[in-house]
């Protein structure tokens, strides 16, 4: 059996794991985000990589990262919380630390593949996963295979125009209006708070205890999230379309997303739209980091 140090990077927690090859977990936790540079950054995942070793052999180290992550020269693109993750070879200097072979991904397509491997998606060729936070993120896989993009944009569904494009430059974006941050802000303006005040719990509270004006702005904020699906459905025409994170787990979610995209149907289309919450929950961006390395490094076949 091989064993492996696996990590899951975030603006705020830096979630760790030791996984076997099929993906089971043996110990997991999770630490701060380092905030003063990149040095500290490499230490927590050498000390970590060392703690597991005491015990198990490590075959490598997986990594799931924000940003637009180059699987193959190992930098990392655009921008993201993490600023000094940016400009430097991660792949590089982690081996130099470490000794071992490192393989990383971009966070929103190790969801993606985690479906794929030993979740919702499994045995389906074509698929998108589409992940809600406080932007919209995603995964686009065709062939079993994902598609990262000539400029590593692959995926970025939450950039795609939504509305009032009309009457700006640019307009609004699928992140700006259906991401639990857009309806944060819809929400703050609608009640003349401050966006700081609300979060996605708190919100929801609100309308199930009747607030019509929250009511409102989530009936908006579906029908929003079902228009993106939509076109994204016709578009790419995949054989599923999945829905993550931590706003999925909310009851009824999925069942009012499916009904809005029942209702958008035109009468002379055999095609019928749906949605799918994903199997995995905090754990995917681990798994699926995970999978990329053993497909990257040919320990496990295509599935």
Not at 49 to 59: D, L, M, R, Y
């Amino acid at each position: 059996m091989d064993y492996f140090a696996v990590f899951d990077v975030g603006g705020s927690a830096i979630k760790y794991s030791l996984m076997d090859e099929t993906g089971a977990f043996l110990e997991k936790s999770s630490v701060a985000t380092p905030k003063d540079g990149l040095d500290s950054f490499l230490d927590i995942i050498d000390s970590t990589v060392k703690n597991f070793q005491k015990n198990h052999e490590i075959s490598g180290i997986a990594l799931s990262m924000p940003g637009a992550v180059d699987v193959d020269s190992g930098f990392i693109k655009g921008i993201t919380a993490i600023e000094y993750i940016h400009g430097p070879n991660i792949k590089e200097m982690i081996q130099e630390r470490t000794q071992l072979r490192v393989e990383l991904e971009n966070d929103a397509n190790c969801a993606g593949l985690a479906e794929g491997w030993i979740g919702a998606a499994k045995g389906i060729k074509d698929y998108i996963c589409i992940i809600i936070g406080t932007g919209i993120g995603g995964a686009l896989v065709l062939d079993q295979k994902i598609r990262h993009g000539k400029n590593l944009f692959g995926g970025e569904f939450g950039y795609m125009l939504l509305e009032d494009y009309l009457n700006q430059p640019i307009g609004e974006s699928w992140s700006a209006l259906a991401a639990t941050g857009g309806l944060i802000i819809q929400v703050a303006k609608r009640k003349g708070l401050e966006p700081a005040a609300l979060d996605g719990r708190k919100i929801f509270k609100m309308a199930d205890e009747g607030d019509q004006e929250v009511q409102d702005e989530i009936e908006k904020f579906m029908k929003r999230l079902a228009v993106g699906i939509y076109n994204l459905q016709y578009i790419i025409d995949p054989e599923k379309i999945l829905i993550g994170g931590a706003i999925s787990k909310r009851e009824g979610l999925i069942e009012q997303i499916n009904e809005k995209l029942k209702l958008m149907k035109p009468n002379h289309e055999c095609l019928d739209i749906h949605v799918e919450p994903c199997r995995f929950g905090n754990d995917s961006n681990l798994i699926g980091a995970l999978y990329h390395f053993l497909r990257r490094t040919a320990n496990l076949s295509n599935q």
